[in-house]
């Protein structure tokens, strides 16, 4: 069964940083969409960051180009999620969520990924930015 385990959330103030990491096991990892995604009480999830694994393409909300880094170390089957220049209204829930289709390229991370039903999800990891 596959299992994505998230660490790294914390509570800092705005301007801080955060390092969020998401560890994929009994997972297929090449050809797959992985990503980071957030909810705020009251809002809609959304996805934040997402990275191909085979070629380690990216994608990036544009609230958050600049300041987030995706990136993955495919060795340990590990995504993280380098959040810099945090804002009051970056707090949130963080998950991590892992594509169950496989994909010849990239760009299915910039678009169906993001709305696919069927990901696999962690458990999520709070964010707090305080101002």
């Known amino acids: 069964q596959v299992q994505l385990v998230e660490s790294g959330g914390g509570s800092v103030q705005a301007g801080g940083s955060l390092r969020l990491s998401c560890a994929a096991s009994?997972?297929?990892?090449?050809?797959?969409?992985m990503g980071w995604f957030r909810q705020a009480p009251g809002k809609e999830r959304e996805g934040v960051a997402t990275?191909?694994?085979?070629?380690?393409?990216?994608y990036y909300d544009d609230s958050v180009k600049g300041r987030f880094t995706i990136s993955q170390d495919s060795a340990v089957q590990t995504v993280y999620l380098l959040l810099n220049s945090l804002k009051p209204e970056d707090a949130a829930m963080y998950y991590c969520?892992?594509?169950?289709?496989?994909?010849?390229?990239?760009?299915?991370?910039?678009?169906?990924?993001?709305?696919?039903?069927?990901?696999?999800w962690g458990q999520g990891t709070q964010v707090t930015v305080s101002s």
């Open positions: 969520a892992a594509s169950t289709r496989f994909y010849s390229g990239g760009t299915a991370c910039s678009n169906e990924f993001l709305f696919a039903a069927d990901n696999y």
């Open positions: 990275i191909y694994t085979s070629s380690s393409r990216t």
């Open positions: 009994d997972y297929t990892y090449r050809r797959r969409c």
